[in-house]
């Protein structure tokens, strides 16, 4: 089968590689209809995840087709349509039993990082039983992908995480997919205000047409004031960090409201600083997460009953003997204004 395969900082290859086994048997083998890429296969890309190692076939995004199942599997079959979590649960360890199956201590998010991914025409997907969600017959395939990892992310992450309220004023910084999957989510609650900050004015039009009620474009290094300035000197209820760099947390530390939640999406490889001399006394909160994928079937009926359209998230699809375009185009985001590209196995 064709897979896409990181070969080391800076490599990667699409690759004919031997279709996956099921080597446990609560396995199942999928086979891959639409997959994504994430910015996490970017990081993974550039060397900046340790465990995932030369070798790896990445992806953790996608919806297919069962084509076996192990012995031990009984809620699917082959022929069945299937969402793949980019979490795998096993549903009974300690973290399981408390939905945080990010922290299940035989899965969590191992899919296209300690063990092959979904870009590729067949996945294994361990713990079957509790790691898929059945496709319902008509569903929109391509919207769905999205609810493998962004939706989740942005809704767990940052909406719940952040304590969004009907009447409060959100800012969310950081206008990429899981940013404007925040922003998507977040209206869920009715807030009154939810200001969108990026650099990039492309995205800042997207935010617009996803429901943001007021955007900035923080390249002048105004953004704090501005937003200080709209919220009459008080800040945000809740500040959304959906970057990973420290100017962007530090920025959630200056902007948020006493009494409010500063709700950290980002994946941050440096040291970021803590302001607390600013923000000892100010009843603040300040969260941190993976995502547990644990909203998916509550993501599913939003999605079926078009309260939300996660598809407008797509910009572009390619075939996966096209990964290597699909990459380009997705990496170079500023440039092709890509949010989220859709690979056809
Ligand atoms: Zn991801
Ligand atoms: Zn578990």
Redesign the pocket.
Known sequence: MKAFVYRGPGKKALEERPKPEITAPTDAIVKIVKTTICGTDLHILKGDVPTCQPGRILGHEGVGIVDKVGPAVTVFKPGDRVLISCVS?????V??RKQM?SH????GWILGNSIDGTQAEYVRTPHADTSLYPIPEGADEEALVMLSDILPTGFECGVLNGKVQPGSTVAIIGAGPVGLAALLTAQFFSPAEIIIIDLDDNRLEMAKRFGATTVVNSADGKAVDKVMKMTDKRGVDTAIEAVGIPATFEMCEQIIAPGGTIANIGVHGTQVALHLERLWDRNISITTRLVDTATIPMLFKTVGSHKIDPKLLITHRFKLDRILDAYETFGNAAKTKALKVIIEA
């Not at 649960?89 to 360890?93: E, I, Q, T, V």
């Open positions: 649960a096993c549903g009974k360890c973290y399981c199956y299940c201590t035989t899965g």
